[in-house]
C-alpha cells in the first residue's frame, strides 16, 4: 500500500522535517526519550561530512584522539561560566559497580575540561606547543525539547582542542577554524552560510569570543552550523596549562575548542530539501546517483541488466547504487529515491541498450528540464559535469533564497515586521538589555556579528544609541 503523500512544506514545516527523516531511513526514535538512533543511510551521510572535515582538519596540521566519556563532576565546576552554562544539561551518574561512587561522574558535555586536565599534564615548555587535537566523538546535553538531528539528548561531533603560547596564535587558530567550516559548508554541502561573531549572550559558556555559521533553512530560520571558540586563559587557568617561556618563566596556555555536530544535517535537509522530499549535494550523498533498470518482461530484462552491470563497472570512482528490487516498480523506486535526495537518476531501459545511451534524471530539476540522454561512452565524464553543475545550482539556489529573505530595516516597526519571516541585518548597539528586549519582544536573536560590515557607523535599530556594527536578527533552531 502506497503511504500518504509528504505533507508540503507550506503546509506543516515541521511535520515535512519529521517525516522526511523518517521516511528517508535517516533516523528513528529510540527508547530514551529524545534520543535518536542514526540509521545506516543516515550515517553515510554523516560519514561523508566527517570525511570532509577530517581531511581540512589533518591539511592544517590537526591529530586525531579520544578522551573518556566519563569525567568528575568537580571538573565541571572549576570554571565558573562553564558550570553555570552545563549545569541544567548534564547527566550525572552515581552509582556503578553496585555501589554510589564517591564522586559523581559526567556524561561529557563537551570534552573541554577533562581535555584542559590532560594538557596540564602534557605541556611543560613552549617547545610542546601548539596542541591541535580533534576528536570525533557523542555527547550527551539533556535538552527539554528535542527533534531529530536538531536537538538530540545524544549527538555525534567533532570537536577540536588547541592550546598555544600566545593570544594572537590562538585568535588564529579560532579564525582558521571558522573558515574551515565556511569552505566545508559552502563547497562540500553546497550551504551559503554568514560567519560571524557570536554577542556576548549567545557566547559558549567560558569563551571570551565565539564565532559562528549561519545558514538559512527553508522555513527562513537561522541555523548555527558550526562554531569556534577562543577561550582565552579561563580554561588554563582553570586546570593550569603552563609553559615555560624562552625566558624560563611560567606562562598560562591560550586554548580554543571548535566543533560541528549531526545538526549539520538538519541543515543540509531544510536548506536544500522540497516538497518530494530531500535533495543531497552530489558531494555529501550517500548515493550520487540511482542507476534503476526498467523492462517490462523477460526478454528485456536480459540486456538491461546486463547494460547495467556493464555501466556500473564503469563507475567505481562514484557513489551508485543500482536498484535491481523485483518487487517494485519502476516508478515507485523513482518516488523512493527522491524522497531520499539522490541527486541524480540513471534509467536504463530497452531503448537505451539499443541506442547505447541511458536517461539521466537530475532531482534538483523535476519533471523533464531535469532529463538529458546521454551517451552510454563517457558516462563517467557526463556525471562528473553533472554532479558539478548539481551542486552549483543548490548552492545557486539556497543563495537566491537567503538574498531574497534577508531585509535591511530602516526602523524598529520594519525590523519587527521582517524578523516575523525573513533575516534582518541591522545597525545594533552591542548592548545586552537591548538584545534581550529585542528577543522578548519578537523571538528573534541575534545570530551572529557579520565579519563583513558595510562599513561606517549607524544608529541601533531598536534603541537608536550609536551603533558600529550591523547584525543578523532571526528566528532560529
Ligand atoms: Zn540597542
Redesign the pocket.
Known sequence: MPEPKLPTRSEDYSEWYNQVVLRADLADYAPVRGCMIVKPYGWALWENIQAGLDRRFKATGHVNAAFPLLIPKSFIDREAKHVEGFAPELAIVTHGGGEELEEPLVVRPTSETVIGHAYAKWVKSYRDLPILINQWCSVVRWEMRTRLFLRTLEFWWQEGHTAHATFAEAQAETRQMLDIYADFATNDAALPVVAGRKSEAERFPGADETYSIEAMMGDRKALQSGTSHNLGQNFAKSFDIKYLDKNNEFQHCWTTSWGLSTRFIGAIIMAHGDDQGLIFPPRLAPYQAVMVPIYKNDAERGPVLEAVERLRAQLGEFRVKVDDREEVSPGFKFNDWELRGVPLRIEVGPKDVAQGSVMLARRDKPGREGKTVVSQDNLAGALSETFADIQASLFDRALAFRQANTHEPKDYAEFRQVVEDGWAFAW????R???T??KDDTKATTRCIPLEQPGGEGV??????P?KEKAIFAKAY
Open positions: 545594533w548597539c552591542g548592548e538589555e537591548c538584545e528586549q529585542i541601533c535599530v531598536h534603541c537608536g544609541k551603533a
